[in-house]
């Protein structure tokens, strides 16, 4: 029986080395998206002859994302992002803005464990904002966007994400937190 019994603990070790997950995926396709809040740096701040009396900078914001990782340090990333919507008062009048932008990033990442990993990335968008008010305006930007956030493999082909990101002339932040699927 004495070695059956170490048969077993033999087999349990392997099992439960077995059970580590090691779900990093060196290449391939993913895609997910994300829910956050987004807040316009510079809306609340208006020309000096201009009365604000009420602003709401900060939103709900959401995102989907697709991309293609070439090995475990680069890839590429797809993005389309609703960063929410603006609203004030000036001068009596109330405004609002909405913004949204698709883009295409370098991803940069750096694997701590199998699991967890950190991720940098920078690209260009194409953020169209919408402001009405006494009348409205649309305004077209391309612009640099860059951002930082973790990933947590939980499943083979599943990842948690955080992410902190921000557009370069619009001054918009979001913070978010989503989900990755990796073919």
């Known amino acids: 029986m004495r070695s059956g019994g170490k048969a077993l603990a033999v087999a349990a070790c392997a099992g439960i080395a077995c059970w580590q997950p090691s779900f990093a995926q060196e290449t391939g396709f993913y895609a997910g998206g994300a829910l956050g809040q987004a807040k316009l740096k510079e809306w609340c701040s208006v020309s000096s002859s201009a009365v604000l009396t009420a602003c709401e900078d900060t939103d709900t914001a959401w995102k989907i994302l697709g991309g293609y990782r070439f090995n475990r340090y680069f890839g590429l990333e797809a993005t389309y992002i609703d960063w929410g919507k603006t609203t004030g008062t000036v001068n009596g009048i109330n405004v609002s803005a909405e913004q ?13 464990t199998p699991q967890f990993s950190a991720f940098g990335k920078a690209g260009y968008l194409s953020t169209e904002q919408e402001t009405r008010g006494a009348s409205t305006r649309k305004r077209d930007q391309t612009e640099l966007h860059y951002g930082l956030g973790v990933r947590f493999a939980f499943a083979p082909r599943w990842a948690a994400r955080a992410e902190w990101e921000r557009t370069d002339e619009l001054k918009v932040e979001m913070l978010s937190i989503g989900a990755e699927y990796r073919f």
């Open 100 to 112: 949204t932008s698709l883009g295409i990033a370098a991803v940069g990442s750096f694997d701590f």
